[in-house]
């Protein structure tokens, strides 16, 4: 074997026109189809990452080792494993309960890479790159095509094969071939790429970037040790030209020169406008790659720290050194830790690097690249290869025990709703007798809607606490909370006071199911009429709405191994009016859905339906008029000639937080405010929250009201409810004043609260009963996203303010009564959580947040505060705290050292003391601690000195109280 000694790079292509056709949109992003995910090699996929902790959901034992990573199409994830000493087949395993479908062999070889597009399977093995059909029971042989002859030389297939702009590339000794996933023919003839009689039998690979206009750029790394950039051109025509652009480049130095140095498994990545190279010791050896070099080639060569294959998200490359850090890099070759030298999360290996969405998968551990947080590890796992997204939530890999492995959040794994189109359904008939249900639009029958869509007929009453009941003309009366039944209704009117933000989530999700079946008529359709391309772009488009896996791989079946039609274009003209007529069939199911809503007095809902109308028909005048229809009172300049645009924007972000603009004649406007707020302000509100706001950006602001009304439903959650609110008319004093930026927010000089401490990004103000924040900076974003600064400190301060204001407003603490622990310690657990609730399904449980885990980690040096100590602290204790001794602590579930001083310990361990208050003590946690928290507002705690606090908690004393704390804190270490 010889060393990996060279670097083709860069070949623009011009597919011809019957391969343009592939080159449709058709879904691909979404799966991990070809090796390291993509034909650009970055190990990424375009699917919601896990997130939280996740759970094996199961273990498949295959026929043998692995030869390759898996790849993923619809559902099914392929394997290519060895059998016997020398003989390889493919396994097509369902990915949603790891059931091995069918089995095929591809006969014996050396190695066997796989890519998979729109159903067909490609192997690529020494003596021949073949194709594969699954059709849900068996895989069987489609066309084999086999390595031309080299200078009356016989020659092999040399590398993994990448799918991109619809052709199938693979590469030989010395050139590039570009084959028709149809046949497997050569498109054009094949390129050249060495002119070199060395034929070694080095391992080579491609990286190829797909153009907007159906070019194709090629790079290739293998065999000699120079660059040489080479242009195609005309492939459209009988002669395309051969350029070269004579560049070379030594990149064997930057490489490595180790005689260990084994490229059987070379990878090619591209970075930016360079490229990222790593040669690890061969598939097998992935998890341990003690012999990897890797290299940014560009402008220069430059060596970086990453020894372990990486990934490239957003044109940074992320991975991990010999010496078990992980590092990002950047295209010029700049890099920085992201751990510190050998202190990986415990339990964490040092694996290949995949990415879904903007998380990055170490192997057996997970990285949040926004916040740096190490959101999860599965201590006991030692994936081989790397983790290989297959689905939202859920990801596969192989072990050295010779099983395929699936991990997903625990929410992921829970049963789909009646109607939902899961993998979970049995088999149907064929997609030419089924289709994807299409689900009616409630109408002005009695009744109830309901937030999964369904309505259900009948006499409709209001109830109590805005549940319903309808008495259908047959059959039982049925009662339905306010969270299932989001409209009630008699003689087209409802019957109590709906959600907007409710009625309109149960109408998206309906229209979503409508428009899926949409897109499965237009589907069939275009395969009837043998248009594949156009075909395989509404399947994707249905994916997106809901097109389960399932049926998709039904759908697909009916275009499996065919062409375009030789008159495609004509018959294309044709289809295209169908598609047209279904598509317009939709957007006035999108017109009519927001009509009902606006004749319920659910504006705001109406116009985010209308909003999604024009993603549809972005030149639809009706819908630009009835918005500007719906222009609620309040809204600023309503009259103005954009005003329908800007409502349509507006809308877009505030109603789905439950949010709209104050009307005129509300008491709110009525208020007087001293300067800055009495003019050039907007006023939204909630139902528990009025935002006064300098800033006029409706992403800003959305997120505002939707984390402010989040951080209060999890003050609820823990605490109970306060006096209910039915109406945003009755706002109850829940006041936040918004700051376009920090300046401002500096500058303001309250007459009651005075300025703000210039380390703040936010305050409740008792005095004034009002929170103030600022809208940072995009240079203060690019290190603490929104969601990290701004939306943290909302959280946090709104905590104190619904507590203050609604939870327990006759307050009589003061600055020396005990327990100020528990004022700090649960609106640090809401900042906390809070800003994990979307990931974790609305729960408060998430035990990886930065309290636990400084908490643990400062128990582990037996250094956290003592639970005695920390009951007797008042607010006047907690000022006199020093700044000083600092510990140092390595983070479990963040990629850094965290530097406690006894102030910011004071913070963390009461969040952490609350949080196994109310999540590990069962249902008499949260109780107890209300009850504590509800006597330290009034002033009560510490009247009866006899009295050991740790007892309202449910304790028999402190000193038993600290030991169960202290157990738990263990268990967050192991």
């Given at each position: 074997m010889g060393l990996l000694r060279r670097l083709w790079t860069s070949a623009a292509l011009v597919v011809l026109a019957v391969a343009q056709a592939w080159a449709q949109d058709d879904g691909s992003a979404r799966e991990w189809n070809q090796p390291r995910g993509n034909s650009e090699r970055s190990a990424w996929v375009d699917v919601a990452p896990i997130r939280s902790q996740p759970v094996v959901a199961w273990r498949t034992a295959l026929p043998g080792p692995a030869s390759a990573s898996p790849v993923t199409w619809q559902g099914i994830v392929y394997v290519p494993t060895m059998r016997g000493k020398d003989e390889f087949v493919i396994s097509a395993v369902n990915a949603a309960n790891?059931?091995?479908?069918?089995?095929?062999?591809?006969?014996?070889?050396?190695?066997?890479?796989?890519?998979?597009?729109?159903?067909?399977?490609?192997?690529?093995?020494?003596?021949?790159?073949?194709?594969?059909?699954?059709?849900?029971?068996?895989?069987?042989?489609?066309?084999?095509?086999?390595?031309?002859?080299?200078?009356?030389?016989?020659?092999?297939?040399?590398?993994?094969?990448?799918?991109?702009?619809?052709?199938?590339?693979?590469?030989?000794?010395?050139?590039?071939?570009?084959?028709?996933?149809?046949?497997?023919?050569?498109?054009?003839?094949?390129?050249?790429?060495?002119?070199?009689?060395?034929?070694?039998?080095?391992?080579?690979?491609?990286?190829?970037?797909?153009?907007?206009?159906?070019?194709?750029?090629?790079?290739?790394?293998?065999?000699?040790?120079?660059?040489?950039?080479?242009?195609?051109?005309?492939?459209?025509?009988?002669?395309?030209?051969?350029?070269?652009?004579?560049?070379?480049?030594?990149?064997?130095?930057?490489?490595?020169?180790?005689?260990?140095?084994?490229?059987?498994?070379?990878?090619?990545?591209?970075?930016?406008?360079?490229?990222?190279?790593?040669?690890?010791?061969?598939?097998?050896?992935?998890?341990?790659?003690?012999?990897?070099?890797?290299?940014?080639?560009?402008?220069?060569?430059?060596?970086?720290?990453?020894?372990?294959?990486?990934?490239i998200v957003r044109d940074v490359a992320y991975g991990?050194?010999?010496?078990?850090?992980?590092?990002?890099?950047?295209?010029?070759?700049?890099?920085?830790?992201?751990?510190?030298?050998?202190?990986?999360?415990?339990?964490?290996?040092?694996?290949?690097?995949?990415?879904?969405?903007?998380?990055?998968?170490?192997?057996?551990?997970?990285?949040?690249?926004?916040?740096?947080?190490?959101?999860w590890c599965l201590a006991g796992e030692a994936p081989l290869g790397p983790l290989v997204p297959v689905a939202d939530g859920r990801a596969v890999f192989l072990t050295t025990a010779n099983e395929l492995v699936s991990i997903a959040e625990p929410e992921r794994l829970r049963p789909a709703p009646v109607g939902a189109g899961g993998d979970t359904a049995p088999a149907g008939p064929t997609a030419k007798d089924t289709s994807t249900p299409s689900p009616d639009l409630p109408g002005d029958a009695d009744g109830a809607f309901l937030a999964d869509g369904r309505f259900v007929a009948g006499r409709a009453e209001a109830l109590d606490g805005g549940r319903v009941r309808v008495i259908p003309e047959k059959g039982d009366p049925q009662e339905f909370d306010r969270e299932v039944c989001v409209l009630g209704q008699s003689a087209g009117r409802p019957v109590t006071i709906p959600e907007e933000r409710l009625v309109l989530a149960a109408m998206e999700d309906l229209l979503d199911r409508r428009s899926a079946a949409a897109w499965d008529a237009v589907f069939r359709a275009y395969a009837e009429a043998q248009l594949i391309a156009d075909a395989a772009r509404a399947l994707a488009a249905g994916k997106l709405d809901g097109i389960s896996d399932a049926r998709a791989r039904e759908l697909e079946r009916l275009i499996a191994g065919k062409k375009e039609h030789p008159n495609a274009d004509l018959r294309r003209k044709r289809v295209r009016l169908d598609e047209i007529a279904l598509r317009d069939g939709f957007v006035e199911s999108i017109r009519a859905a927001s009509a009902w809503c606006s004749a319920r007095g659910l504006p705001g809902?109406?116009?985010?339906?209308?909003?999604?109308?024009?993603?549809?028909?972005?030149?639809?005048?009706?819908?630009?008029?009835?918005?500007?229809?719906?222009?609620?009172?309040?809204?600023?300049?309503?009259?103005?000639?954009?005003?329908?645009?800007?409502?349509?924007?507006?809308?877009?972000?505030?109603?789905?937080?439950?949010?709209?603009?104050?009307?005129?004649?509300?008491?709110?406007?009525?208020?007087?405010?001293?300067?800055?707020?009495?003019?050039?302000?907007?006023?939204?509100?909630?139902?528990?929250?009025?935002?006064?706001?300098?800033?006029?950006?409706?992403?800003?602001?959305?997120?505002?009201?939707?984390?402010?009304?989040?951080?209060?439903?999890?003050?609820?959650?823990?605490?109970?409810?306060?006096?209910?609110?039915?109406?945003?008319?009755?706002?109850?004093?829940?006041?936040?004043?918004?700051?376009?930026?920090?300046?401002?927010?500096?500058?303001?000089?309250?007459?009651?609260?005075?300025?703000?401490?210039?380390?703040?990004?936010?305050?409740?103000?008792?005095t004034s009963r009002v929170s103030r924040f600022y809208v940072p900076s995009g240079e203060e974003t690019t290190y603490t996203p929104l969601q990290r600064g701004l939306l943290r400190v909302l959280a946090h301060e709104l905590t104190h303010q619904w507590i203050d204001l609604r939870w327990q407003p006759e307050g009589a603490a003061s600055a020396t009564t005990p327990g100020y622990w528990c004022v700090e310690g649960v609106a640090r657990f809401v900042e906390d959580q809070s800003v994990e609730m979307g990931r974790r399904a609305g729960r408060l449980d998430d035990v990886t947040v930065k309290s636990l885990d400084v908490t643990s980690q400062v128990d582990g040096r037996n250094a956290i505060i003592p639970l005695a100590t920390l009951l007797?602290?008042?607010?006047?204790?907690?000022?006199?705290?020093?700044?000083?001794?600092?510990?140092?602590?390595?983070?479990?579930?963040?990629?850094?050292?965290?530097?406690?001083?006894?102030?910011?310990?004071?913070?963390?361990?009461?969040?952490?003391?609350?949080?196994?208050?109310?999540?590990?003590?069962?249902?008499?946690?949260?109780?107890?601690?209300?009850?504590?928290?509800?006597?330290?507002?009034?002033?009560?705690?510490?009247?009866?000195?006899?009295?050991?606090?740790?007892?309202?908690?449910?304790?028999?004393?402190?000193?038993?109280?600290?030991?169960?704390?202290r157990a738990f804190l263990a268990s967050l270490r192991r």
């Open positions: 790891g059931e091995i479908l069918a089995t095929k062999s591809l006969g014996k070889g050396e190695w066997a890479h796989l890519a998979v597009w729109r159903g067909t399977v490609f192997a690529v093995m020494p003596d021949a790159v073949r194709s594969y059909r699954f059709d849900g029971k068996s895989i069987s042989l489609g066309w084999s095509a086999r390595p031309p002859a080299w200078y009356s030389q016989k020659t092999t297939w040399t590398g993994m094969p990448a799918v991109a702009g619809g052709v199938l590339v693979v590469p030989d000794a010395n050139t590039v071939h570009l084959l028709d996933p149809a046949n497997g023919r050569d498109l054009v003839p094949p390129i050249v790429t060495s002119d070199s009689s060395d034929l070694s039998d080095d391992f080579a690979t491609v990286c190829v970037t797909p153009g907007a206009k159906g070019e194709l750029d090629i790079a290739r790394l293998g065999i000699t040790t120079w660059i040489d950039s080479i242009v195609v051109t005309g492939l459209g025509t009988r002669a395309p030209v051969v350029g070269s652009h004579g560049i070379t480049r030594s990149v064997f130095d930057a490489i490595g020169r180790r005689k260990e140095l084994n490229p059987r498994s070379p990878i090619l990545m591209r970075l930016g406008r360079r490229f990222f190279a790593t040669s690890p010791t061969g598939f097998v050896a992935e998890a341990d790659n003690s012999f990897c070099a890797s290299v940014i080639i560009g402008a220069a060569c430059a060596s970086t720290p990453i020894a372990n294959p990486a990934t991990i050194s010999t010496d078990s850090t992980a590092y990002a890099v950047s295209r010029d070759g700049s890099y920085s830790e992201l751990t510190k030298r050998g202190q990986l999360p415990k339990g964490a290996k040092t694996g290949s690097a995949s990415a879904a969405g903007d998380v990055v998968y170490f192997g057996n551990w997970a990285l949040d690249i926004a916040s740096g947080r190490v959101l809902a109406a116009t985010v339906l209308l909003a999604r109308l024009r993603k549809e028909r972005p030149d639809d005048a009706k819908s630009l008029e009835a918005a500007r229809e719906l222009i609620p009172p309040g809204f600023p300049d309503p009259v103005g000639t954009d005003a329908a645009l800007r409502w349509l924007a507006w809308a877009t972000e505030i109603v789905p937080a439950g949010g709209e603009f104050v009307p005129p004649d509300a008491p709110e406007r009525a208020v007087k405010r001293d300067a800055p707020w009495d003019k050039d302000v907007l006023l939204l509100r909630t139902l528990n929250v009025l935002l006064v706001t300098k800033s006029y950006d409706p992403a800003v602001v959305g997120a505002c009201l939707r984390h402010g009304e989040g951080a209060i439903r999890a003050c609820q959650h823990v605490l109970g409810p306060a006096a209910p609110l039915t109406s945003m008319s009755v706002v109850g004093g829940m006041e936040v004043r918004l700051h376009r930026d920090r300046a401002s927010y500096l500058a303001e000089d309250s007459s009651a609260d005075g300025r703000a401490e210039t380390w703040s990004a936010g305050y409740y103000s008792p007797a602290m008042s607010h006047n204790h907690f000022a006199k705290l020093a700044d000083a001794p600092k510990l140092e602590v390595q983070l479990r579930n963040a990629a850094r050292i965290s530097i406690v001083d006894p102030r910011g310990l004071f913070y963390e361990q009461s969040g952490a003391l609350v949080f196994w208050l109310v999540n590990r003590r069962g249902s008499e946690g949260p109780a107890a601690f209300a009850r504590y928290l509800r006597l330290r507002y009034r002033g009560r705690l510490g009247a009866d000195a006899n009295v050991d606090p740790a007892t309202i908690l449910g304790f028999e004393s402190v000193d038993a109280m600290q030991k169960e704390f």
